[in-house]
């Protein structure tokens, strides 16, 4: 019998991974009010370690105290003292024996009004589409944002670098810099958002730079073997059909700039990442980002049935996450290693009322 890819050994930046299936980064809004990781978290963490997953990717954690924080009961790494309250978490995973990378996050304009000190802020003023999602503790419109100024830029890339080191302080074996699904970097990779007249706007190249030049700075202030990792979507949170409108170009544009910045992986999402990424044939964004990105690929969406995932792997990517499947099933990878039936989402155990850890996902035996 033909060896199943979805458990083949896979080897991230020095760290060995003993299948190619890790955790996604889902918000869950557990943090304590100041923004810190809490023991239920670390038991919720820790479960899906146990479950089999070889490399876990915490939700979005913000960045800084004025701007970043997107919704109620987010985590942050904007503090010493939230990066302390990491390491509980961290260890927890750690004695299972797996790696863990710290989202961070900046919202941007999608940012929520609870969560916001200091308003919103985008590459240009902008207002999302749509309203705030009460399941994240948001109602009503969004404001318009604030476009940043050269003061505002420096003072984002240096948030992230401090939150990066906090997290490498706090005993992360990487981070992922999230630069999709509508939050601020991938604002700036948007044309539909990003109406900059500078460096930082107009051609695709332009439009890379900016999170390019975090991902370059977070890589040069910490060690090589810190895994410093990118997220990447089209589609934002308020608009999930979103495509880029000069489509090949961008991609080319920002997987190439991610990757020559430093980045040790590409993680491309969409809601269904086996299809074209633009139209009705031609490549994924998992195949773009495999020809354009010369590091490793992983791949997020639609793929939370083993052979979906066995397809996305054979579509390119070198690694992929589950999200939605994650959560309806912590220990995935046993189960299909083992092949044991999958159970599907119950939403009145998770995501209702709102998007916190339900009792249910908390480990019994822990």
Same mark, same amino acid.
């Given at each position: 019998?033909?060896?199943d890819p979805?458990?083949?050994?896979?080897?991230l930046?020095?760290?060995?991974l003993?299948n190619?299936?890790?955790l996604?980064p889902?918000?869950?809004?557990?943090a304590?009010?100041d923004g810190?990781?809490?023991?239920r978290m670390a038991r919720?963490?820790?479960s899906f370690?146990r479950?089999g997953?070889?490399?876990?990717?915490?939700?979005?954690?913000?960045?800084?105290e004025?701007h970043s924080?997107g919704?109620p009961g987010?985590?942050?790494?904007?503090t010493?003292?939230?990066?302390?309250?990491?390491q509980?978490v961290v260890?927890?995973?750690h004695?299972e024996e797996r790696?863990?990378?710290?989202?961070?996050?900046?919202?941007?304009a999608q940012a929520?009004?609870?969560a916001?000190t200091?308003?919103?802020?985008a590459p240009?003023?902008?207002?999302?589409p749509?309203?705030?999602?009460?399941?994240?503790?948001?109602s009503g419109?969004?404001?318009?944002a604030e476009?940043?100024d050269?003061?505002?830029?420096?003072?984002?890339?240096?948030s992230f670098?401090?939150?990066?080191?906090?997290?490498l302080?706090?005993g992360?074996?990487g981070i992922?810099?999230h630069?999709?699904?509508?939050?601020?970097?991938?604002?700036?990779?948007?044309?539909?958002?990003? =109406?900059r007249?500078?460096?930082?706007g107009g051609t695709?190249?332009n /439009? #890379?730079? %900016?999170? +390019?030049?975090?991902? *370059?700075?977070?890589?040069?202030?910490t060690?090589?073997?810190?895994?410093?990792?990118?997220?990447?979507?089209q589609?934002?949170v308020t608009d =999930?059909?979103?495509?880029w409108p000069?489509?090949r170009?961008?991609? /080319? #544009?920002v %997987?190439? +700039?991610?990757?020559? *910045?430093?980045?040790g992986?590409?993680?491309?999402?969409?809601p269904a990442?086996?299809?074209?990424?633009f139209?009705s044939e031609g490549p994924?964004?998992?195949?773009?980002a495999?020809?354009h990105?010369?590091?490793v690929?992983?791949?997020?969406?639609?793929?939370g049935t083993?052979?979906?995932?066995r397809?996305a792997l054979?579509?390119g990517?070198?690694?992929?996450t589950?999200?939605?499947?994650a959560?309806?099933n912590?220990d995935w990878?046993?189960?299909?290693r083992?092949?044991?039936?999958?159970?599907?989402?119950d939403?009145?155990?998770?995501f209702?009322p709102?998007?916190s850890i339900?009792?249910?996902?908390?480990?019994?035996d822990?």
């Amino acid at each position: 019998m033909a060896a199943d890819p979805l458990f083949e050994p896979f080897e991230l930046n020095g760290l060995s991974l003993d299948n190619r299936v890790g955790l996604a980064p889902m918000t869950r809004t557990s943090a304590t009010e100041d923004g810190h990781p809490t023991d239920r978290m670390a038991r919720y963490y820790r479960s899906f370690a146990r479950g089999g997953f070889s490399f876990l990717v915490t939700e979005g954690t913000y960045t800084d105290e004025t701007h970043s924080q997107g919704y109620p009961g987010q985590p942050g790494l904007a503090t010493d003292a939230q990066a302390e309250a990491w390491q509980p978490v961290v260890e927890a995973v750690h004695e299972e024996e797996r790696p863990i990378f710290a989202q961070l996050m900046h919202a941007g304009a999608q940012a929520q009004h609870e969560a916001r000190t200091a308003g919103t802020v985008a590459p240009s003023a902008y207002q999302p589409p749509g309203e705030m999602a009460e399941v994240y503790g948001g109602s009503g419109k969004f404001p318009e944002a604030e476009a940043l100024d050269a003061e505002g830029l420096a003072a984002v890339k240096s948030s992230f670098v401090d939150a990066a080191t906090r997290a490498l302080d706090a005993g992360f074996d990487g981070i992922e810099v999230h630069a999709a699904n509508g939050y601020l970097l991938h604002e700036f990779l948007d044309p539909l958002v990003n =109406e900059r007249t500078d460096q930082y706007g107009g051609t695709p190249e332009n /439009r #890379a730079r %900016f999170p +390019a030049e975090v991902v *370059a700075a977070i890589d040069e202030a910490t060690p090589d073997k810190f895994v410093v990792g990118v997220r990447v979507s089209q589609g934002a949170v308020t608009d =999930e059909d979103r495509t880029w409108p000069d489509e090949r170009a961008t991609a /080319r #544009a920002v %997987f190439e +700039a991610l990757t020559e *910045a430093g980045a040790g992986y590409l993680h491309v999402t969409e809601p269904a990442i086996a299809e074209p990424a633009f139209g009705s044939e031609g490549p994924t964004l998992t195949q773009l980002a495999a020809d354009h990105g010369d590091t490793v690929v992983i791949a997020n969406g639609g793929i939370g049935t083993p052979e979906k995932a066995r397809g996305a792997l054979a579509a390119g990517a070198d690694l992929l996450t589950q999200a939605t499947a994650a959560l309806a099933n912590h220990d995935w990878p046993k189960r299909v290693r083992e092949g044991q039936e999958l159970d599907d989402l119950d939403p009145s155990v998770i995501f209702q009322p709102d998007a916190s850890i339900s009792d249910a996902e908390i480990p019994s035996d822990d």
